[in-house]
């Protein structure tokens, strides 16, 4: 979630991608801040003060790395809306968004004039979400338990959607239906930078966005061992790997995800009629 230096000249606070590891690692200062100003607010007046200083703190840490008078915020990271699914809450996307949401407005204020937040189509969004926990950090759920999560009643989108409109009622926020467009076409239209064209010189590769089950059986081998894997050498297999991919009709049921899928699809409606979201779709707002 950096300032990025835009061609339209507007400050864009975005977040870190796959491809931006050479940039200033902000996420635990985000997550300090976000951190002591939950606690603060559990803790009786006498121990508040302690809190406040160390929320300035990792405020004047943050402001070394992003704009906090941007107007412009992108959501759709994990390091503002939390962990997205958790296995003791079936069914709720982002169960400490609003905890997290409540703390980015307290240290941004009042600038923020828009605010974007990609959205997917649920089967898509949860297999992906796994494919990158279990390759970045070794910690997915597995497929059996990322069945029984979306065969709960799940909340989706809209509960997170309804927390922005009430956590920052004077943005406008719009949402990136994902497919034909995505966050780095979000990016350049925000910024007038080509993404592919900036990308860090370093990266040589594309950063495979979808695991194959190649790289995840090497990532798998290389933990087994023992062997700390580091973000640097999960890039690097991704790039490398080939063979096939997961596909969603190989995780869920097809039950499953025509429900999930229909849900979006009705989500995407409902949330066309509130007055201050718009819907970005083939290069319009509606």
Known sequence: MMRSETVAGKDVLIPQSAEDRMRPDHRRVLNDYIKNFSRMNKKSSFFKFLYRYKLKTSFDRFVEFVN??????????????????????????????????????????????????????????LLSYELMREAYFGRGLGFDQLNRWAEADVKGWTPLVESLVRVFPEAKIELWPYGNFRVSDGLSRLTGIDAGKNRDKSARKHINSAPTEEALERLQAKRKSRKKVTKAQVDKILSESGGEKFRVDRVFDESVSRKLT?????????????????????????
């Open 262 to 286: 229909d849900q979006y699809n009705r989500e995407l409606g409902e949330f066309g009629k509130i007055s201050n979201i718009e819907i970005f779709t083939s290069g319009s707002t509606v």
């Open 68 to 125: 906090p008078a941007s107007p412009e915020l992108i959501v759709s990271d994990e390091n503002i809306l939390g962990q997205a699914i958790k296995i003791e809450k079936p069914g709720v996307l982002y169960p400490d968004a609003v905890r997290n949401l409540l703390a980015v407005s307290a240290l941004l204020g009042p600038n923020l004039k828009n605010i974007y937040l990609s959205v997917r189509p649920y089967p898509e969004f």
